[in-house]
């Protein structure tokens, strides 16, 4: 089933395919056997605008909107998921937040780094005990003269070991914490006080996440971005960016192993025929494919909505469980269709194997989804 773009987006995803099947695809390759991102990785997305395309134009930016920006990370997850995580964080939460409520001196201070590709970012909000419930969050943020102390521990952050600068949301009142209690801050790294104590290999290629403590850690008033007390509202803005995005980042890499196990089945030829004439095979293809297109339409829809200035609601979170969820059984389905080859380190499909899980947890789990549309449902909205 194909889901009609306009001339416009077709031929975005054309560009940034051949792009990805004739710049990427080797380093993927090389990734596979290799387990670390080549160094040339972000410079190439950054000469292609690809670290940009949300950020307005006013701050050197593409000026696009969510769906243009989700077809491309469609593509670049396609070919492997590091790829469209650089280009998500380049368009994510902290240079969007930069853009939209930094300072003048912030704005230039990081914006041109991202934007060229010399620097990275991380934002930092989880801790040990405030996962998905942040109202627990411990680190704080007290007002001293001239500046902020910052100590607490944030864990699991995706990318902070390697980047240059990260948004940290911290308590700044105790009594109003979530609601308007909470602040973000700027910190670069190589602060006094600010260190990366920890660096765990998640499950997946290419993903580590940090651990950062902060003791007596001093950063300026000129740090906070947007206004004291607005940092749960700021990191909010985010979610339907974040949740479409991996929404298109799994339609993406299910699409590649569809594509792959199809191609597979037609070519293994087992007791005198090609895989592809067993209907157990047929119907794990069938299978993938119904919800491959179910996923789509319904990501796509809600692309269209939001760019036009519709309320959507949950619909985000409706996006992102089931397109995550249907990756996993996509590529389930794939590793079972290429049996022993699909179990091998360094062979495409092990790797989509492995990556996808991570989709159910990070943008919001799975069961913190389900929360959010029932409570929507139960309220009527």
């Known amino acids: 089933m194909k889901v009609e773009l306009s001339p416009e987006l077709d031929e975005l995803r054309a560009a940034v395919r051949k792009f990805a099947q004739r710049e990427l695809e080797p380093l993927a390759r090389q990734m596979d056997k290799t387990g670390v991102l080549p160094d040339e990785v972000l410079p190439l997305l950054a000469r292609q605008g690809y670290l940009s395309v949300r950020l307005p134009e006013s701050v050197g930016g593409m000026g696009m909107g969510l769906m243009p920006y989700c077809v491309m990370l469609e593509e670049l ?33 990081y914006l041109p780094g991202l934007i060229g590709g010399t620097l990275r970012t991380a934002f930092a909000l989880t801790e040990p005990a405030a996962g998905s419930d942040n109202s627990a969050m411990k680190t704080r943020a007290d007002k001293v003269d001239g500046g902020w102390l910052l100590n607490g521990l944030k864990h699991y952050i995706n990318g902070a070991h ?18 308007g209690g909470v602040t973000a801050f700027l910190v ?48 909010k803005e985010s979610l339907v960016d974040g949740r479409l995005g991996v929404a298109c980042s799994c339609i993406g890499i299910a699409d590649r192993l569809l594509d792959m196990a199809t191609e597979h089945a037609k070519q293994r030829v087992t007791f005198g025929k090609p895989l592809a004439e067993r209907q157990a095979i047929q119907w794990m293809l069938a299978d993938s494919a119904v919800e491959l297109a179910a996923a789509r339409a319904l990501t796509y829809e809600t692309l ?39 179990l091998v380190r360094g062979f495409p499909v092990e790797r989509m194997y492995r990556d996808v899980r991570h989709y159910r947890i990070g943008e919001g789990a799975s069961e913190i989804l389900r929360m959010l549309i029932a ?7």
Not at 85 to 98: D, V, Y
Not at 203 to 222: K, M, Q, Y
Not at 375 to 381: H, S, T, V, Y
């Open 304 to 342: 269209r909505q939001y760019d036009a200035g519709k309320p959507v609601g949950t619909k985000p979170s409706m996006c992102k469980l089931y397109a995550s969820e249907m990756v996993g059984r996509v590529a389930d389905r794939a590793v079972q269709i290429f049996g022993g080859q699909g």
């Open 188 to 235: 670069d790294r190589g602060t006094p006080g600010f260190e990366i104590t920890r660096v765990d290999q998640a499950i997946g290629s290419s993903h580590n996440l940090a651990e950062i403590t902060f003791t007596d850690c001093r950063v300026p008033d000129s740090a906070v971005i947007g206004k004291v007390g607005g940092g749960f509202e700021l990191a």
């Open 375 to 381: 409570k929507d449902l139960i309220r009527g909205d």
């Open 77 to 109: 997850s396609g070919t492997h998921r590091a790829f469209g995580q650089l280009a998500f964080a380049g368009g994510g939460m902290t240079p969007i937040a930069i853009a939209r409520h930094g300072t003048e001196e912030q704005r230039r201070k």
């Open 162 to 179: 390697v980047a240059n600068f990260i948004m940290v949301m911290a308590i700044t009142d105790p009594v109003k914490r979530t609601r």
